[in-house]
């Protein structure tokens, strides 16, 4: 598909493909060689350049990327470089006089490329003065959202974008800023409602924009009128407290701005806007309830993240946050939510700690101290001192429930033994009431068998080789004999050494001089296995009574026959030759 175009000089100009388009593009631009050119020659380039611009627009300049280059081809000329003011002022003239939608998003979207480059552009008033009611028609105009890439929808969103760049950098008078009535504004605000479903949420955010740069101007507006209230001075505000069922989506993309923003001047900027319509409405009456609380907890975080995240050259911003943190958390529904108070206090205090090390800003620990005087942190902090003065036992109970221990296990002496833990038969479980000494002092079993070692029970020689009480003592229980194995005799003699290695180990000490026996509750022994043999030998031995042990049968002298190989009658059998060398032993 191919265009032709015709220029002032009678030039035609035809585009087939974009690498011609671009090529065009590039021509236009050369500055011409010899002479130099004249004020018509720079205004024909200029105009031919946005000619071909505006009348390609939907087949090269679709996407904002294209623009956006076909633009900074412009910028970057050798026309521009030496010519911009002009060139500025028959930008301004077209963008009033050319009812061409394409050439006027081409024309606004110079004009706003280079207030970014050079932001003194945005300052001329009387410039922008011309522009302003223009911007807003566009603005003004009614489109469907779910038709995408229509002209009418980017015009109206370079529009809000310029609006928003001359409200930042220039300061509007009350008279000026009258132009923006009630009605542009409850507008804007209904905008921002219709787009939160937008995919795309550039011009939703761009709305917002607006909003608190508008809201800006009228508080600086109204600093010296002393005749009206804050919020009939404020427009913004005042319209948004009329709606506040109805505007839910401005608050909850706000946050979500704080939230994304980057290290970016601009978006530094729009920070400090932001945070400006929350504190008024975290302290106007009516409004202090406008956010949900979920939001505020979001809000919250953010607030944690970017006063301990910024650098010290956004210590304006740092203050701003500080300023907005404290009707936050005694205006708000977060009075009564405490969400993460620990590490709000911890964090402010973090901001005026190590004054020895750096230097703390005396604002900044003006701020932080007001934050911690709220009512929030005197509650945390006399909870903090009632924890710290509760002693352990106030607040800790005895217990082994935090191992998983039953309740049983915790009496000492119990009726019933335990069944789950070993520890309840050793030496420290054991009760005692105690045996008389020679000179009357009352020793407890536990402390007459303990050992400074680390060995177990069963190697208590001190238990083994008691002497046992005449009266109260019991014969050792005989242990079943293993027989035909070589190392009977042996287990025998360790059976006696150490009469007995069960955890029943009746650990009864005898009193001197006859006297009383301290017993001790503990489990009965479980009975002697019983060994299962042949009537003429006894299941169990005396004690004392040992026997041989079997004797050892002789070697045989001869390996047994094998057969070897058959005959038809019968089978020839050959020894095995054992005496022959093995190739292992060669």
Not at 22 to 37: F, R, V
Not at 444 to 451: C, L, S
């Amino acid at each position: 598909m191919s265009l032709a175009m015709e220029d002032d000089f009678g030039i035609v100009y035809v585009v087939e493909n974009a690498q011609q388009f671009w090529s065009e593009l590039d021509d236009i631009l050369t500055m011409p060689q010899g002479a130099p050119p004249t004020l018509r020659q720079l205004d024909g380039m200029m105009s031919r350049w946005l000619g071909i611009c505006g009348i390609y627009h939907e087949l090269y300049l679709q996407t904002p990327l294209q623009l956006e280059h076909a633009v900074d081809l412009l910028l970057d000329s050798e026309l521009w470089a030496f010519h911009s003011e002009r060139m500025c002022e028959n930008l301004t003239e077209t963008a009033k006089t050319n009812t061409d939608p394409h050439a006027q998003l081409v024309t606004f979207n110079v004009l706003l490329r280079y207030g970014q480059r050079k932001t003194d552009f945005f300052r001329a008033q009387k410039r922008w003065a011309t522009l302003v009611p223009l911007l807003m028609d566009h603005t003004l105009v009614e489109i469907d959202e779910n038709e995408d890439g229509v002209i009418e929808a980017k015009l109206r969103l370079v529009g809000v974008r310029l609006l928003y760049e001359v409200c930042r950098w220039q300061k509007l008078s009350v008279a000026e800023l009258r132009v923006f009535d009630d009605s542009f504004i409850d507008y804007l605000f209904d905008l921002v409602e219709q787009t939160r479903h937008v995919q795309d949420e550039t011009f939703n955010y761009s709305v917002i924009r607006l909003i608190v740069a508008f809201n800006e101007q009228f508080m600086v507006a109204s600093i010296g009128d002393r005749e009206q209230s804050g919020v009939e001075k404020n427009r913004v505000l005042r319209v948004l407290m009329r709606r506040l069922g109805s505007s839910k989506t401005f608050g909850e993309n706000m946050i979500f701005m704080l939230n994304r923003a980057q290290r970016t001047p601009d978006d530094l900027c729009m920070q400090l806007l932001v945070l400006k319509l929350i504190y008024l409405l975290f302290t106007t009456k009516g409004t202090e309830e406008y956010f949900y609380t979920n939001d505020l907890c979001v809000l919250v975080d953010v607030f944690l993240r970017e006063v301990v995240d910024l650098d010290e050259d956004s210590e304006s911003l740092r203050h701003t946050y500080l300023r907005v943190l404290h009707p936050l958390l005694t205006k708000t529904q977060l009075k009564d939510v405490p969400y993460k108070r620990p590490q709000i206090k911890y964090a402010l205090e973090s901001l005026v700690r190590d004054s020895r090390i750096h230097d703390i800003n005396p604002t900044t620990k003006r701020l932080v101290e007001r934050c911690l005087g709220g009512q929030w942190c005197v509650q945390l902090k006399k909870a903090d001192v009632v924890s710290r003065s509760s002693t352990p036992s106030d607040t800790v109970a005895p217990s082994r429930s935090h191992l998983g221990l039953p309740a049983s296990v915790d009496g000492v002496g119990s009726g019933t033994p335990g069944k789950t833990l070993k520890s309840s038969r050793s030496a420290e479980n054991l009760v005692a009431k105690g045996v008389n000494g020679v000179n009357g002092s009352k020793v407890t079993r536990v402390a007459a068998v303990r050992r400074p070692s680390n060995a177990s029970a069963g190697s208590f020689s001190g238990v083994a080789t008691a002497a046992p009480s005449p009266s109260t003592s019991k014969p050792p229980i005989p242990h079943p004999r293993r027989k035909g194995t070589a190392s009977s005799e042996h287990v025998d003699r360790l059976h006696v050494e150490r009469p007995s290695h069960s955890h029943y180990l009746d650990l009864s000490a005898q009193s001197d001089a006859g006297g009383e026996l301290s017993r001790t509750k503990h489990r009965k022994p479980p009975p002697a296995p019983v060994t299962v043999s042949a009537p003429s030998s006894p299941a169990f031995r005396q004690p004392g009574v040992y026997s041989a042990p079997p004797p050892i049968p002789p070697k045989r002298r001869k390996p047994p026959a094998v057969p070897a190989r058959s005959a038809a009658h019968a089978t020839v059998f050959e020894t095995i030759k054992t005496s022959a060398a093995s190739p292992l032993t060669r």
